[in-house]
């Protein structure tokens, strides 16, 4: 049997995730023994044209190009799969989504009008048939490695559904929010980073987006009154999964609440 | 007459950009090098957001040296507050940097550059030829980023720095652990250097003014001032005085230009030719014993400078690790105040400013970035047009893209950060 096809693709990201593959130091050279890396421009100049049968796609979809292109990538992949909280959520480009873009462009740029940019940058699955989602800001290399692996055996890559909550009871971590009052998205986020905020002493910031339970309406009462600054809970939900349905929607409930926050 | 070249990417680097070159009977009648990354507009969010969020906001801007965007940003906003840190988290964040540039480096070496100088298209091509070195280099890349890990959480977008200091203090046990691994890594990186000074470089020279951070005590990343190699000094709040930037048509990074006009050069070569002198006796020992030693003009040769510094940041880092003992409070505690600060360390590639406002709610009302790739911007299209005529006309259209396409990876451009695929396009006409 030959070896599957593989591609990664990149949109409006920071390259953190597919850097992810690369970071993969101890499994790389045995992974490229299973896979064939047809089109990776970060790790090779080897182009190798389509179809191909898995196409990884890191970022958000954020210019017109961007957006003729993730239809093209879905006409020649077999499985497309979003990686990374760009990809799957939007990503941190998304929180010019909630503002006026026109204002963000000019914060920045002295010419606003050389820029050629859609008004929202929004996750693959709003463009094109998604076949699976890695979350995370940024993504767990090892899901990446499952992923491939789980295509490979043809089953159900096995990933987390739980909240990181559970994962710092796994880990013996302290609870930060019941033990130091440090406000804390874990018990509403997605659990593959290991916990790591919580074990460094400071509370969860949502990166891995919201977890599929999510009990928004016991969590954000509680983050409320433990704030250390105006509106926290509000800069905690809407930044690197911001634009996550979950995520949004708790927040624009909060804002509606308080109008003036 | 006329003639059109399309190279549709360049690869090796990180982000996506094209190159535009119109010629006529030979003659380069234009030359522009275009950056399609999308805007992210990052100035623009942080506005409004509480300074406390910046570090983990801006690492967003680069999964390759996030570690240098929060250095840079903790530092401009301890500056606005006027926050001191102490002895300790001083020494963490230089080791939290020698980890990132240890990654960083290690990768643009084995994984991005050296299929240039070997004519071959990846690292996994390398393995095919030579599996061992390609093994140590991966451990190597690896032990960078076991380090960030230690002290971060994760080796992308590590999460325990906070302006003023860091969330806690990493585990003792696990800093010390590495410090064998690292002893291996110091002299795997005295091999490469010894490896890397007989690639075949091409042959290339421009006459740079370099720019970089310089410190009375030690070769500068985390802190110091900024260098010119025309012997001009700046403290970090007078940057924007004399360093400059514009927004230009094609492109979404913004270029950089000294305040005469001139175009300039940031980055690992930049740092060795302004600071080699401060290099620790080990890093001095192989410079001197390779025969790497400034000046030294040809931008392929980042390369060897990127192998030195290794050197250097694992001394460094070793050193750290086996003094590793913190005492006290892992950040200082402040008041917030109405202010304005500056930070500027040295990313992997190259030199990384910033600036913000921010008000006595915390909250952030202004924010300027410059990465290193904007600021090496004017210098590439000037070393391209250099290049350009002396590798279009006599050479096939792909070795002249690979030709133009090196010299550009050899900047080690993070075009993310400003905006990593280029696209020669060549017109003639």
Redesign the interface.
Known sequence: MSKPRVAVHKFSSCDGCQLGILNLEDELLDLVGIIEIAYFLEATSKIQPGPYDIALVEGSVSTPHEKKRIQEIREESGVLIAFGACATSGGIQSLRNFVDHTKLAEAVYDHPEYLDYLEKATPISDHVKVDLEIHGCPVNKYQILEAIIALLQQRTPNFPTHSVCLDCKRNGTVCVMVTQGIPCVGPVTRAGCGAICPANGRGCYGCFGPAPQAEFDAMIPLLQAAEEYPNQTVHLLRNFAGYAPAFRNAVDAMLEESPKK | MTKNISI?????????GALYIRTKDNKIEHIELNI??????????L?G??FQ?VP??TA?????C?VAYQMSSAKALEDAFGVEISPDVYNLRRLLYCAEFIESHV?HMY?LQA?DLLGV????EI?AIA?DV??KA??S??LG?DLLKAI??????P??T?VGGF??WPDKDKIKGLIEDFKWGLEFAKETARWAVGLDFPDFEMEYEYVAVSHPDHYAIYDGDVLSSTGNKVPVEEYETRYLE????Q??A?HSHTTQGNSYFVGPLARYNLNFEQLRPTAMEIAKEIGFVPPEFNPYKGLLARAIETIEVYDVAIELMEAYDPQGP?YAKFDLKDGEGYGVSEAPRGLLYHRYKVGK??LIKEAKITPPTAQNYAQMEADLAKLAPKVLFDRSHKEAS?AL?HLLRSYDPCI?CST??LKLKHDRV
Request: charged share 25%.
């Open positions: 549709p990417a360049l690869a090796r680097v990180e982000g996506e399609y990354e999308p805007p992210r507009f990052f100035e623009g969010f506005q957001r509480y969020e983990d906001i967003r801007i680069c999964g390759i996030p990768l994984m299929p298209d990846s690292v996994i393995a599996p390609v093994k991966l451990r890349k690896k980023n971060g959480g994760r080796s992308v977008h999460v325990s906070k969330y806690r514009s927004h230009v048509p492109s979404t913004l892992p709610d915390g690979v396409e993310s990593h695929f």
